[in-house]
């Protein structure tokens, strides 16, 4: 079990590796410079020279495999450089404005798991046997919405048509309603996909047969057998899907106005902010490795074979 996790997690460290170098690379390429987007406007009224000491303190004129080992040797430490066009510490920024994104991020997914069971619970149901095929239809339907016009579908039709949600000084709940369901729908698709295969493939396994002949209720053996079992693929996916709910979130700040992670990108990529653009990268990629290790830890505890295979395999 030991040898199985140090493994994943030396296979975490070369992907958060990759991250690092694929992103700083493609973001070298870029067109335009920080540097001289923020030192060379005339209202500064810099001089050439001066110019010129701004680029060496900032090591803009360095040679790259320099830059390339300064700021992997900087980020190992915590360290994640100055933003040119703030003059602050990038860390302060990500301090100041990741709670907010976790927070949509986090609600987002427990709305997507809602969706998820909900979808999966009422396609099981004898009542709804004939809108089976419906229900099974709706996760192809949410994951087929680009993240950014269902966020301004949500608008048009909550605020501006219904009038349900104010756009002008909502409160914080009202502000959370529409970008959390944004957020969620395209989630809770493959959840919901991945969760309503995985129930039909447990109902046919002979335990579940052999608890339906002792008596019991359906809905008794959907929640206390079958749905159990049907889980581990379900959270194996979840996993995955970390990236997308990231970048849902990004987008979504965007879309709302959000003040977050999203909009501290979309200002990095305006002005050309590598050292934003690198965090932001590297934070989403730490967080994706971190949550899957998590995943990979709680497999065992839901299905206790895994952990005689990685007992046979030590």
Same mark, same amino acid.
């Given at each position: ?27 070298? /390429? ?33 040679? @790259?495999?320099? +830059?390339?080992?300064?700021? @992997? ?11 040119? +066009?703030?003059?602050? %510490? ?79 000084? %909502? ?8 970008? =959390? ?6 989630i809770s698709a493959p959840l919901a996909q991945i969760l309503l295969r995985s129930i039909d493939q447990v109902s046919t396994q002979p335990f579940v047969a052999v608890a339906r002949a002792k008596g019991a209720s359906e809905s008794h053996v959907l929640w206390h057998h079958v749905m159990r079992n049907a889980l581990l693929p379900v959270l194996n ?17 965007? =879309? ?24 932001? /990268? ?12 998590? =995943? ?19």
């Amino acid at each position: 079990m030991q040898r199985s996790l140090l493994r994943r997690v030396g296979q975490s460290v070369l992907v958060l590796w990759a991250a690092f170098t694929l992103s700083f690379f493609l973001l070298q /390429v870029l067109p335009g410079d920080a540097v001289l987007i923020k030192f060379q406007n005339p209202d500064l009224g810099l001089s050439p020279d001066q110019i010129a000491e701004m680029r060496l303190a900032y090591g803009a004129d360095n040679p @790259l495999w320099q +830059q390339y080992v300064h700021t @992997l040797l900087a980020m190992l430490r915590g360290d994640f450089g100055y933003s040119v +066009q703030a003059g602050v %510490p990038v860390s302060e920024q990500l301090i100041s404005n990741l709670p907010a994104t976790l927070q949509l991020a986090l609600l987002g997914f427990a709305l997507a798991t809602i969706i998820a069971f909900a979808l999966a619970a009422l396609s099981r149901l004898p009542a709804l046997r004939l809108l089976r095929s419906v229900l099974q239809s709706v996760p192809a339907l949410f994951i087929s919405l680009p993240t950014f016009w269902l966020g301004i579908a949500l608008i048009q039709l909550f605020s501006f048509q219904l009038r349900w949600i104010p756009v002008i000084n %909502p409160s914080a709940l009202q502000g959370l309603i529409l970008p =959390v369901i944004t957020v969620a729908i395209p989630i809770s698709a493959p959840l919901a996909q991945i969760l309503l295969r995985s129930i039909d493939q447990v109902s046919t396994q002979p335990f579940v047969a052999v608890a339906r002949a002792k008596g019991a209720s359906e809905s008794h053996v959907l929640w206390h057998h079958v749905m159990r079992n049907a889980l581990l693929p379900v959270l194996n996916v979840a996993g995955l899907l970390l990236g997308e709910l990231i970048a849902g979130a990004l987008i979504t700040e965007t =879309v709302f106005g959000l003040s977050g992670v999203g909009q501290l990108t979309q200002q990095a990529v305006n002005n050309q902010d590598v050292a934003v653009l690198q965090a932001v /990268v590297m934070i989403s990629a730490l967080a994706f490795v971190l949550i899957n290790l998590l =995943v990979d830890a709680l497999m065992p505890l839901f299905d206790p074979r895994l952990q005689s295979i990685a007992g046979g395999q030590r």
